[in-house]
C-alpha cells in the first residue's frame, strides 16, 4: 500500500523549474525512492529513482534528504509535455510498486 | 512498435459476463506485472510473472481475478462474473530482471473496462 504523501496539485510556468516534493515519513533503509510520472491517457512512465545520494539523469533530478523522509523531482525547464500526475514510491524492490495518488502537475504556458 | 501493447484497449461488458485482457510485453522481457487503476488514483498492483511462475498473487482482489502466462511471454487477465465495481483502467507492465533491484517497469496503454 502507497506510503508517501505528495500535494495533490501544483502550477508551474514553462521554462521554470519544478518542483515537486514528496514525504517518505516510514521509509526503512532498503527501500529506493521512485517516480513514475502518468501523462493522461497513457501508463505511467518511470523518471528516476535514489537509495540516498541525490540523482540526476535527462529528465530529472532528485533530490533525497539526509534522513531520507523526504523527497524533490526537480524538472529543471518545464516544458507544455510535462504536465503530468507524478507518482512518488519507496519499496525495498521494484517488483511491488505502490502508487499513491500522486501530484497532478500543470505547466502554464 | 517494440513497446508493451495491450488488447483490446476498451472493453464494454455486462454485469456477470466474464473478459479476458490480453498483455504482450517488451520481447526480451521475463517480468510481467498487471495493475488496477480507478478514477483519480494511482495504479494498483494485482499481481507479477517472473518467466511463466507467478510469484505474487495476494493482491488479486478476489477470486474472480486470475491471471496466466502460460510460456512466459504474453499474459492473461481474466475477471470472471463482472460487478460495476470492475469498471477501470487494467495496466500491464514488463521489464527485464531476474533478482533483487530495481529494474524499469514498461507500461502499456491500458485497457479499459466499462461493465454496465
Known amino acids: 500500500d502507497a506510503k508517501t504523501t505528495q500535494p495533490t496539485s501544483m502550477d508551474c510556468a514553462e521554462g521554470r523549474a519544478a518542483n515537486l516534493p514528496c514525504n517518505h515519513s516510514t521509509i526503512s533503509g532498503n527501500e529506493y525512492v521512485y517516480w513514475y510520472r502518468q501523462i493522461h491517457s497513457q501508463g505511467p512512465q518511470y523518471i528516476i529513482h535514489g537509495l540516498k545520494n541525490n540523482e540526476t539523469n535527462e529528465m530529472a533530478s532528485l533530490i533525497i534528504t539526509e534522513d531520507r523522509k523526504s523527497s524533490t523531482l526537480i524538472l529543471p525547464h518545464a516544458t507544455l509535455r510535462d504536465t503530468a500526475v507524478y507518482y512518488c514510491i519507496d519499496s525495498p524492490g521494484a517488483n511491488n510498486l505502490f502508487f499513491g495518488t500522486g501530484t497532478r502537475l500543470t505547466v502554464i504556458p | 512498435d517494440t513497446g508493451v501493447s495491450q488488447n483490446p484497449r476498451h472493453k464494454i461488458t455486462k454485469r456477470g459476463q466474464n473478459v479476458t485482457f490480453r498483455c504482450d510485453p517488451i520481447s526480451e522481457h521475463n517480468r510481467l506485472y498487471w495493475y488496477r487503476q480507478t478514477l483519480g488514483q494511482g495504479p494498483e498492483f494485482l499481481t507479477y510473472?517472473?518467466?511463466?511462475?507467478?510469484?505474487?498473487k495476494s493482491r488479486l482482489l478476489s477470486d474472480r481475478f486470475s491471471a496466466e502466462r502460460p510460456k512466459g511471454s504474453f499474459s492473461t487477465l481474466e475477471i470472471q462474473r463482472t460487478e460495476q465495481g470492475d469498471s477501470a483502467m487494467y495496466l500491464c507492465?514488463?521489464?527485464?530482471?531476474?533478482?533483487?533491484?530495481?529494474?524499469?517497469?514498461?507500461f502499456g496503454p491500458g485497457t479499459r473496462l466499462t461493465v454496465t
Open positions: 510473472f517472473q518467466n511463466e511462475a507467478q510469484l505474487e
Open positions: 507492465a514488463s521489464s527485464s530482471g531476474t533478482g533483487y533491484g530495481f529494474y524499469e517497469q514498461y
